[in-house]
Nanobody
């Protein structure tokens, strides 16, 4: 059974930085993509970024240029470096894995559409950004 555990959340002021980490354990059926999503209170879940096993990265328009997704395959971790944080970046951040082989991400629309297909999710880590 796959277990995804997020860490690194916290409270920062606007303009600050945080690095989130997702540690994966157990058998991951498909490691092609690892992704980050977020959800603010009262709002729908939103795709943030994804990384392909070959290193390709994909970002939502709202975070491109400020966030960086990376992976350490040997350690089994996926990280999200978040710079220039804004109050609208606040929410619970979730790590996701196990995207079926028939799904390919090539841009922001695919990032969102993939949300329904990931079969493994972490419990989330909270990010608070004060203005």
């Amino acid at each position: 059974q796959v277990q995804l555990v997020e860490s690194g959340g916290g409270s920062v002021q606007a303009g600050g930085s945080l690095t989130l980490s997702c540690a994966a354990s157990g058998y991951i059926y498909s490691k092609r993509y690892m992704a980050w999503f977020r959800q603010a209170p009262g709002k729908a879940r939103e795709a943030v970024a994804a990384i392909h096993i070959n290193g390709g990265t994909y970002y939502s328009d709202s975070v491109r240029g400020r966030f960086t997704i990376s992976q350490d395959s040997a350690a089994g971790t996926t990280s999200l470096r978040m710079n220039s944080l804004k109050p609208e970046d606040a929410g619970t951040y979730y790590c996701a894995a196990d995207l079926p082989s028939g799904f390919t991400i090539s841009g922001p629309r695919d990032l969102e559409a993939a949300a329904s297909f990931y079969s493994s999710w972490g419990q989330g880590t909270q990010v608070t950004v004060s203005s």
